[in-house]
């Protein structure tokens, strides 16, 4: 077996301040680096998309599989979007539906949000 470690999914709280507001913690730039590093790949951005634009905010994985590669290959990049917190999913039957938490898209805004000018 894998030794895979689960990360924590992004709660309600941003996980770093705006880009523009200062410089990234140590701990903040590991997290927003995680969420980036899921999103890099364009396959896994399709299914990002896919996701989070899908009626509903849910999606069943048949709805969303047609990516360009093999169910597998699906499989394993949705696998790398929940464990960078970036979806979570729920069985239903024989179907697994993915959804996008609104705290995730929230705390991914205020990421890439320019601090308001000021000083």
């Known amino acids: 077996m894998p030794n895979t470690k689960l990360l924590p ?3 309600t709280e941003p996980c770093c301040p705006p880009l523009t507001e200062r410089p990234f913690s140590a701990e903040e730039a590991e997290t927003a680096a995680r969420m980036f590093k ?3 790949d ?3 951005l399709r299914l990002f998309s896919a996701v989070a634009s899908h009626p509903g905010g849910e999606a069943c994985v048949c709805d969303i ?3 360009g590669v093999s169910q ?3 499989s394993h990049h949705l696998k790398k979007l929940k464990e960078a917190g970036l979806l979570t999913s729920e069985r239903r039957g024989t179907w697994v539906y993915y959804r996008v938490e ?3 898209l929230a705390s991914m805004g ?6 308001p000018a000021g000083g």
Request: glycine share 4%; net charge neutral.
């Open 65 to 67: 599989s047609d990516v």
């Open 72 to 74: 597998p290959t699906v």
């Open 110 to 115: 205020r990421l890439l949000t320019a601090a």
């Open 9 to 11: 999914v992004l709660d």
């Open 102 to 104: 609104p705290s995730v």
């Open 42 to 44: 364009p396959v896994r």
């Open 38 to 40: 899921a999103l890099g």
